[in-house]
């Protein structure tokens, strides 16, 4: 992942009065809500099997596209 | 104003010859819109389009560029006799710089538009299954993406009608920040890093990497974050027309309808000279890059005032701002649609504060990185492996079978906000508020009367008349159903309807 400045602050600057809008969630509900997720995302996976293109590497080397606006 | 204002999309759409890679784009392109014209329309006579009022060398900053200094693809009003077909829901489909592109109809508000824009997928989908049919044809396949990965990119551009008397001074300084911080709910999602995806890694918008200057005229080359192109098709001395090119091309129907419908808002408070803040950022072309390639959203923006703030935190000012605004301009009075767009962009960035991965299955990028993500988990690839840039790109492959998008939509794994009963009505029907109709509806009734049209006229051949005869349609909100419906009812032919229009 290319992520940069992932230490930073997550509500910097003056924005006090938001943060109570924004309220961070327990972690063990996100925990369970993660797990949901992933159990989600392979059947998801498995639907997507069915119907990706074959050759990965050969599909995608050979889409080349022209520039345009 | 509200959300409410003039506004359309037009899209180039990515082409693929699988097994062909040598085939030639501009052909290929030709061949898809060909087809759809020959299985649509294809015994009516097919209306040119009307360059005579197009100039494209416009500058919004007041002077036009010399056509010899202009690059040869800045020139879209030279009809290089490339296939183009007017449609009946007022859009125009056409091969542009090597792509077919589908131009949807003015709409006057972020939902039609959004309709219209879904159409504009269901056209391609089966224009490229016209053309895959002819026989001897190769299979043609299209996607609604903004770049190969390999240094080409394509674009997605919005159209918003604006006053004239806004100095464009104005909308660069106040639409930079949110163009650069916007893209944590309209982004589409990539895989790969840089124009030509060289760096590994997955980025939140698949046009990013593409800009290189602030604001300019180029479309095709030194992409500006403000593009100034000024053509408003529309009366110049009271309007402009805002060409957006930084937008990604959207699946998701929540983000086509959220960048529409903040874009037009932030739009409005311009006009109304509302925002005093300076939410200005400190080199912007960098910056948006920086959002980009941070999926955790978390990236600090430094602001010319002194604060660093990540983008979710600068669209919440304009949202803040723009709460302000509608309370001050409307209070209880505000259009269903306005406080809706409102809602739905406070409720979305304020989960995606909390953990993007809440938008997974209501925007386009959070949901790429899902897949991926789940594949990288499931199957232990790191992020070069081609299975991945693959998922990037079939998940806007317009075929409802293959595209991973049509998938997900398909299983309900996916919110929409259009029923597509309605998307289909709205790939033969145009919208029935703007000249869109006048337009969509002569091509219904007078196929073989209408020799040529374009944005702002209907130009018809009829019998008895040595000319033809050009009907301008300039003023975007005339020429509705309001206004010619009945009359189009009434008129069997297109020589009575002229003939009730002039009076000749």
Request: glycine share 8%.
């Amino acid at each position: 992942m290319a992520t940069k400045d992932a230490g930073g602050q997550r509500y910097a600057g003056r924005r006090g009065q938001d943060e109570e809008d924004v309220a961070e969630q327990p972690p063990e509900e996100t925990r369970e809500r993660r797990e949901k997720l992933t159990d989600d995302v392979d059947a998801i996976l498995d639907e997507i099997d069915e119907v990706l293109e074959e050759n990965a590497e050969e599909f995608v080397r050979s889409y080349v596209q022209k520039g345009g606006q | 104003m509200s959300v409410r204002r003039v506004m359309g999309i037009e899209t180039e759409y990515g082409i693929s010859v699988p097994g062909q890679p040598g085939a030639n784009a501009m052909v290929s392109s030709s061949q898809v819109v060909n087809a759809y014209h020959h299985a649509t329309a294809a015994r009516a006579r097919r209306a040119r389009w009307d360059f005579e009022e197009e100039n494209p060398l416009r500058d919004a900053r007041g002077f036009d560029l010399s056509r010899d200094v202009a690059d040869a693809s800045q020139l879209t009003d030279e009809d290089l006799g490339l296939a183009n077909v007017i449609l009946t829901n007022g859009a125009r489909l056409y091969v542009d710089h090597a792509h077919p592109e589908y131009s949807g109809p003015e709409c006057t508000n972020p939902l039609a538009a959004t309709l219209w824009d879904k159409a504009g997928e269901r056209v391609m989908e089966e224009a490229a299954a016209h053309a895959s049919a002819m026989p001897g044809s190769p299979a043609i396949q299209l996607y609604k993406n903004n770049t190969d990965n390999k240094g080409a990119s394509y674009g997605c551009h919005e159209n918003y009608l604006m006053s004239r008397a806004t100095p464009f001074g104005e909308i660069v300084r106040h639409l930079t920040p949110f163009f650069v911080t916007r893209q944590v709910f309209c982004g589409a999602g990539r895989v790969g890093i840089g124009a030509d995806g060289r760096q590994d890694g997955f980025q939140i918008s698949q046009r990013a990497d593409f800009f290189e200057v602030e604001v300019g005229l180029e479309t095709t080359l030194k992409r500006p974050i403000i593009n100034t192109r000024d053509e408003p098709h529309a009366d110049p001395e009271r309007y402009r027309r805002l060409h957006v090119i930084i937008g990604d091309a959207n699946m998701s129907e929540i983000a086509t309808y959220l960048k529409l419908g903040t874009t037009a808002l932030v739009l409005s408070m311009i006009e109304d000279r509302f925002i005093s803040a300076d939410l200005g950022i400190d080199g912007p072309v960098a910056q948006l890059r920086a959002v980009s390639h941070d999926p955790s959203c978390r990236h600090l923006i430094p602001m010319r005032d002194g604060r660093r703030l990540t983008a979710i935190q600068v669209q919440m000012e304009y949202l803040e701002l723009a709460r302000k605004y509608v309370q001050d301009r409307y209070g209880p009075d505000v259009d269903d649609l306005t406080a809706d767009v409102l809602a739905r962009w406070e409720s979305v960035l304020t989960r995606l504060a909390e953990d993007p991965m809440r938008l997974a299955g209501e925007l386009d990028w959070v949901t790429k990185l899902q897949l991926a993500e789940g594949y990288r988990a499931r199957d232990g690839i790191g992020w070069s492996h081609p299975r991945l840039q693959l998922v990037d790109l079939q998940y806007s492959d317009v075929r409802a079978g293959r595209g991973l998008y049509n998938r997900l939509v398909a299983a309900g794994r996916f919110g929409r906000l259009l029923e597509e009963d309605e998307v289909r009505r709205a790939v033969t029907e145009p919208p029935e508020d703007t000249r869109a109709y006048f337009r969509g509806r002569c091509l219904q009734k007078y196929p073989d009367a209408v020799a040529a049209a374009s944005w702002d006229s209907v130009i018809f051949d009829l019998p008895g008349h040595e000319s033809l005869q050009r009907v301008p349609t300039l003023d975007p909100l005339r020429g509705t159903r309001a206004h010619v419906g009945d009359l189009i009812d009434r008129c069997a032919t297109a020589a009575e309807l002229v003939m009730a229009l002039t009076g000749k």
